[in-house]
């Protein structure tokens, strides 16, 4: 993930607010709480500032929802993503100026038309599009520019505030922001507001450290990047209380009135305290403990101290060796088999990434073959390849293989992850579909009703991933009754109408890859 963490200790004005200049030199506020959700910045310690509840929450609620104060879609899909709702599409409209945005339809288009229009005129005139980055920080600016920064009263710090971490970028890092400033004057049109380059450094820092990745409507690919102010001042913990969803808004009616905008929300995870800390994890779980601080530290420049790092708590699960009637592997076979999964694992992405995915099975299918003697259910390198294999034989179509292996990724997921984790939901719902297209309708059903028992509490009824999961927990739900009553008569009706009514998912047809 590319967000992070806020670490700068600030003022939240309590009375009617303050203005001051920002390094830009123009003018920025300081806000009041006294509209914003239940929450309050707080002096986290060494962590510097802190988000907590002032009143108790309870488990799915939203704690807090935010818009983007500006978003982007990533370079590589920005063909098959509309630039404004962030939904994938099969034939996007193109914008006909900048011939480089693509919208859902032209009501999508009209609804982002506040924000495109200088950057419409922008990319006229340089031509080519720069990368995404340099993209974000012309839509913060032109934001800033026109907002002074602060967009609504729920805002409870402006982005002058944000910490960058300038000062602690490596030496390539450093360089490859100075490229990208160089690519953001090349494209920032001579009419608008003149911008320092110690302003737009800053701002490539804070996106660096702060930028939120955003997924398409079906949660299972990143696809862009947006800044959220108020979610820079959530904490990380590796087990926190708290997840964060992309909801994309609605602009499909037409009548702009009724449209609602792209924003995160905030959800808690379980009940949450008055006074309590909010926090997120910037990382996946699904790494040892030394591993996640060496990430955190490396990304967002903190040693984390969580209770699961200090304690390396679930760090023997994901190292988990094969126990066999009291006898387990010598440590020079675990090492042995240990480098070998690194090794094919390399392989297997270099095989993904040329599209072999014949070669991904193959490989996937020796690796098992060691590591299955030797590893244990939760072992993180086992983990990895099951996962792989599951997917890219549910591409395949080969369902029957590609269930067994997710059944067990679940079993060790289940182990491993918060039991109200959104990537254990996304797991299990996937799982639940491979099985679905296995036939295998009893696992199928068990599975997709417990994924949106996660899902109900990370994702909420309202949005289209948990409302697509519930017709799809109603479908198997008939099916099973079918299928209890008569086999066989289950099985002649779904061969009949299976190629021509598809299980869907967010108004696509399921295919169980990302």
Not at 36 to 42: A, C, I, K, L, T
Not at 439 to 446: K, S
Request: hydrophobic share 35%.
């Amino acid at each position: 993930m590319l967000w992070g963490v806020d670490r700068v200790d600030g003022k939240v004005s309590t009375g009617n607010g303050s203005s001051s200049l920002n390094r830009s030199g123009q003018q920025s506020v300081t806000m009041t709480v006294e509209k914003m959700d239940p929450v309050e910045v707080f002096a986290a310690g060494e962590k510097g500032r802190g988000l907590r509840v002032t009143e108790e929450i309870s488990t799915g609620d939203v704690v807090f929802a935010e818009a983007s104060f500006a978003a982007v879609v990533f370079d590589s899909l920005s063909l098959q993503v509309c630039h404004s709702c962030f939904r994938r599409q099969a034939n996007p409209h193109r914008c006909a100026q900048c011939k480089f945005a693509y919208y859902c339809d032209r009501t999508c288009q009209r609804a982002a038309w506040d924000e495109h229009k200088q950057e419409c005129s922008a990319l006229k005139k340089i031509g080519k599009a720069p990368n995404e980055n340099v993209r974000l920080v012309a839509r913060i600016l032109w934001r800033i520019q026109k907002d002074t920064g602060l967009v609504s009263d729920a805002q409870l710090t402006t982005l002058d505030l944000l910490e960058d971490h300038l000062s602690k970028m490596s030496p390539e890092d450093l360089k490859e922001l100075k490229v990208d400033v160089q690519h953001f004057y090349n494209y920032w049109p001579k009419k608008s507001k003149p911008v320092g380059e110690d302003y737009v450094s800053h701002l490539f820092g804070v996106i660096n450290c702060n930028g939120f990745t955003l997924s398409d409507q079906r949660g299972f690919q990143a696809v862009g990047v947006g800044l959220f102010p108020n979610l820079c001042l959530v904490n990380h913990d590796c087990w926190p209380n708290c997840t964060v969803i992309l909801n994309p808004g609605n602009q499909t009616a037409l009548d702009a009135s009724f449209h609602s905008k792209r924003r995160i929300e905030l959800r808690a995870l379980g009940k949450i305290s008055e006074g309590e800390e909010l926090t997120v994890s910037y990382v996946d779980f699904l790494n040892v403990s030394k591993e996640r601080q060496r990430l955190l530290k490396q990304q967002y420049y903190f040693d984390c101290k969580c209770e699961h790092c200090t304690s390396g708590m679930k760090d023997d699960l994901m190292t988990a060796v094969r126990d066999t009637d009291g006898h387990k592997p010598s440590a020079d076979v675990v090492k042995a088999v240990t480098d070998f999964s690194l090794r094919a694992l390399v392989k297997i992405e270099e095989a993904r990434t040329e599209g072999n995915f014949h070669e991904v099975v193959k490989i996937c299918r020796e690796c098992l073959e060691k590591q299955d003697p030797v590893f244990g259910d939760t072992s993180l390198h086992l983990l990895r390849v099951l996962s792989t294999a599951s997917e890219v034989l549910s591409f395949l179509q080969q369902f029957t293989e590609a269930a067994g292996y997710a059944k067990r990724m679940v079993d060790g997921y289940t182990k491993l992850y918060h039991p109200n984790n959104a990537q254990l939901g996304m797991a299990i719902m996937r799982a639940g579909v491979t099985h679905w297209h296995a036939g295998l309708i009893e696992a199928a059903h068990g599975l997709i009703c417990s994924a949106y028992a996660v899902l109900i509490i990370t994702h909420g009824a309202h949005h289209p991933i948990t409302k697509d999961l519930e017709v799809m927990r109603t479908q198997t739900e008939m099916e099973l009754c079918l299928f209890k009553q008569n086999e066989l008569v289950y099985r002649s009706m779904r061969e009949a109408v299976l190629s021509d009514k598809p299980m869907m998912l967010a108004g696509e047809q399921i295919k169980t890859t990302s």
